[in-house]
C-alpha cells in the first residue's frame, strides 16, 4: 500500500509524486494515457524525420520556476535550448516588435517604432527587476502567500505604490496607450496577453502580458532539447530512481471516500489502489468533482459553484514540416522562436470580440511556433518544425469567415479551418504554404483525446479572467489545493496559480499533504529537518 496516489502523469502530478517522494514516502501514479505526460509530450507523426510537440512547445514558467529549480532535472537529462530572439510581432507592412533576453535589442527594436519607447520598456523592466522575488514567490506558492504580499507591498512602495498596481490591473490596450508612444511595446504586451484568454480591453490583462513579457526578457522561452517531452522523461527518471511507480493506460474512475476521508482509488478496470495518507488528483476541477468524487462527500455549496466554472477558450492547433524556413516577410521573425500573428491591436481586439460572441474568427490570432529554430535536433538541416495554434470559442454559434463552421470539429471543418489559419500566416510570410511537406490537425476534441483535461482543447485548467484566479481559483474560497475531502488534494492547473508549465500547482497539493500528515507536537526545528531532501538539503515544512 503506497502512501500517497497521485491520479495523473501530467508535469503538475509528476512534480508532487517527485517531492513526496523526497520525504520519503512511497508513490504511486496512475495515469490513463499510454504514456505520462499530459500536455507536455512529442512525436514524429508529422514526418518521420521531425520531433512535433504535441500541444505545450516553450517553457518562460518553467525556466522561472523555483520548484522545478529544486528537483535539479538537469542531473536527470534535461537540457534546454533557447531560439536567438524570444518572440517576434510582424506587421504585414513589413515592421516587426522583437523580444530578446538582451534588453539592447528589445528596446532597438521598439525604438524603430517610437523614439524613447525602448527607454519606456526599460522602465518597465526596472520595475521588474525589483518586484520580480516576490512575484515569482507570491505566483509559486499556496494562496494567500503571506509573506511573499507583505514583502512585494514593501517593494511596491519603491516602484510607485498605489500608481504602479494601478498600471498592473490596467487593461493591456490601456497599459500601452500609457507606456509607449508607438505600436512596438504595445504589440510586445498585448501579444503575450493573448497567451491566455483575456482581451486587450479585460482588466489584468495589462499586468499578465507585461509578466510574460518580462519572463521573455528575463528567462526567454525556452525548449527541452530533443522535444517537450524530455521535460516529462527527467520528471519521471527521478521519481523512479526514488522508488515511485508510474502506470499508464491505468484510468481512475472514483476516489474512494470512508468517513469523510480519501482512503485510496478504484480504476475502470475494477481495481483498488489504496493510500495510506493522501489521494492527489492531477485532474480538472469538474472531473474531479463531478466525476471522481461522489456528490455525498461534496458540500452543496460548493456543487452549485461549479455550475459558474468557466472554462478557458478551446484551442485549435496545426502542426506542421517544413522544407525549408519560412518566408517571413519582416526578416527579424525568421530568428524567433515564438511568432505573434496579428496586424496589430485593434486586429487583437476583433479577434477576442468574435470569441467572446461565440464566432469561429475569420482572421485567426495565431502563435507560431519555430521549433527548429529554437532547438537545432528537432529536423534535418535547413528545415524547419513548426506549429500554430489559435482559440476558438467553447461552444460556436456562428462562422465570421463565412464557411459554415459549426463547431462539429469533423474532418471538412478541421480542414476548413486550417486552411485558414494558414492563409493568417501567409499574410506574414507571402510563399508559407509552397514550404510544407505534410501537416497534422489537433482539433479542440482532438487535444481533449489526447489529456482528458484539456476539456474542448482549454489549455489553462480554466478561465484567467480575474473572477476565477486567486481566492476565487478554482471556485469562491478556495484557493488552495485543499479540498472538502480530508486527505485528498487538487494538483492540477485547476489549482492557484493556474496554467502553465511550472509545477506550482503539484508542488503545492505535495506540500499541503506533507503538512497534514506531520506528527503532532514535532518543533519547528525537528519539522524543517523532517523535510531534508536526499542531498541533505533543508526544505521548509510549510510555504507561505
Known amino acids: 500500500m503506497p502512501d500517497a496516489v497521485v491520479i495523473g502523469a501530467g508535469p503538475n502530478g509528476l512534480v508532487a509524486a517527485n517531492l513526496l517522494a523526497d520525504a520519503g514516502w512511497s508513490v504511486a501514479v496512475l495515469e490513463e494515457q499510454p504514456e505520462p505526460g499530459g500536455a507536455v509530450r512529442h512525436d514524429r507523426g508529422v514526418h518521420p524525420d521531425f520531433v512535433n510537440d504535441l500541444c505545450s512547445s516553450f517553457y518562460p514558467l518553467a525556466a522561472a520556476s523555483p520548484v522545478l529549480a529544486g528537483l535539479r532535472l538537469q542531473d536527470h537529462g534535461l537540457r534546454w ?22 534588453i539592447d535589442v528589445t528596446a532597438d527594436s521598439l525604438d524603430a517604432f517610437h523614439p524613447g519607447d525602448g527607454a519606456a520598456w526599460r522602465g518597465l523592466h526596472d520595475v521588474w527587476q525589483r518586484l520580480q522575488p516576490d512575484i515569482l514567490d507570491a505566483l509559486f506558492t499556496p494562496f494567500p502567500p503571506v509573506k511573499a504580499a507583505a514583502r512585494l507591498g514593501l517593494r511596491l512602495r519603491g516602484a510607485g505604490g498605489l500608481r504602479m498596481a494601478r498600471t498592473m490591473i490596467l487593461p493591456v490596450r490601456r497599459m500601452g496607450e500609457e507606456e509607449f508612444g508607438g505600436e512596438g511595446g504595445r504589440l510586445l504586451l498585448a501579444g503575450n496577453a493573448l497567451h491566455a484568454d483575456l482581451a486587450p480591453e479585460a482588466a489584468g490583462s495589462g499586468g499578465f502580458g507585461w509578466l510574460m513579457s518580462m519572463l521573455g526578457q528575463t528567462f526567454g522561452f525556452p525548449v527541452p532539447v530533443g522535444g517537450s517531452g524530455a521535460l516529462v522523461e527527467a520528471l ?36 483498488t489502489v489504496t493510500a495510506r495518507r493522501a489521494v492527489l488528483a492531477d485532474v480538472s476541477v469538474p472531473a474531479l468533482y463531478g466525476d471522481l468524487v461522489e456528490a455525498e462527500h461534496l458540500p452543496s455549496q460548493l456543487l452549485s459553484d461549479l455550475e459558474r466554472f468557466q472554462w478557458d477558450f478551446a484551442t485549435f492547433k496545426v502542426d506542421w514540416a517544413l522544407d525549408g524556413p519560412v518566408p517571413w516577410q519582416a526578416e527579424r521573425a525568421a530568428r524567433a522562436g515564438t511568432v505573434h500573428l496579428a496586424d496589430g491591436v485593434d486586429e487583437l481586439t476583433r479577434f477576442a470580440a468574435q470569441v467572446a460572441m461565440h464566432q469561429v474568427p475569420d482572421r485567426p490570432f495565431a502563435l507560431f511556433g519555430q521549433m527548429t529554430t529554437s532547438d537545432a535536433s528537432r529536423s534535418p538541416l ?30 471538412k471543418e478541421q480542414e476548413v479551418m486550417a486552411d485558414r489559419v494558414e492563409r493568417q500566416v501567409e499574410r506574414f510570410a507571402p510563399g508559407f504554404r509552397s514550404v510544407i511537406r505534410a501537416r497534422r490537425i489537433l482539433a479542440p476534441p482532438t487535444l481533449q483525446a489526447l489529456d482528458a483535461n484539456l476539456y474542448g482543447g482549454a489549455i489553462n485548467g480554466g478561465t484567467t479572467a480575474i473572477h476565477q484566479q486567486l481566492v476565487f481559483r478554482p471556485v469562491p474560497g478556495t484557493g488552495r489545493p485543499e479540498t472538502p475531502v480530508r486527505g485528498l488534494f487538487l494538483a492540477s492547473a485547476g489549482a492557484h496559480p493556474g496554467g502553465g508549465v511550472h509545477g506550482a500547482p503539484g508542488a503545492n497539493a505535495a506540500r499541503a499533504a506533507l503538512r497534514r500528515n506531520q506528527p503532532p507536537g514535532l518543533t519547528r526545528l525537528q519539522r524543517v529537518l523532517a523535510h531534508r531532501d536526499r542531498r541533505g538539503e533543508i526544505r521548509p515544512s510549510s510555504a507561505d
Do not use: F, I
Open 81 to 102: 535550448s533557447h531560439a536567438p530572439h524570444v518572440l517576434a510581432h510582424p506587421l504585414t507592412n513589413g515592421r516587426c516588435a522583437v523580444l530578446d533576453r538582451r
Open 236 to 271: 519521471t527518471r527521478r521519481l523512479l530512481s526514488l522508488g515511485g511507480t508510474l502506470t499508464c493506460g491505468q484510468r481512475v474512475s472514483r476516489v474512494l471516500v470512508r468517513e469523510g476521508r480519501a482512503v485510496g482509488v478504484r480504476t475502470a478496470d475494477g481495481d
Open 382 to 411: 535547413g528545415t524547419e518544425s513548426a506549429w500554430a495554434y489559435t482559440h476558438v470559442p467553447q461552444v460556436v454559434r456562428s462562422d465570421a469567415g463565412d464557411e459554415g463552421l459549426t463547431g462539429a470539429w469533423d474532418t
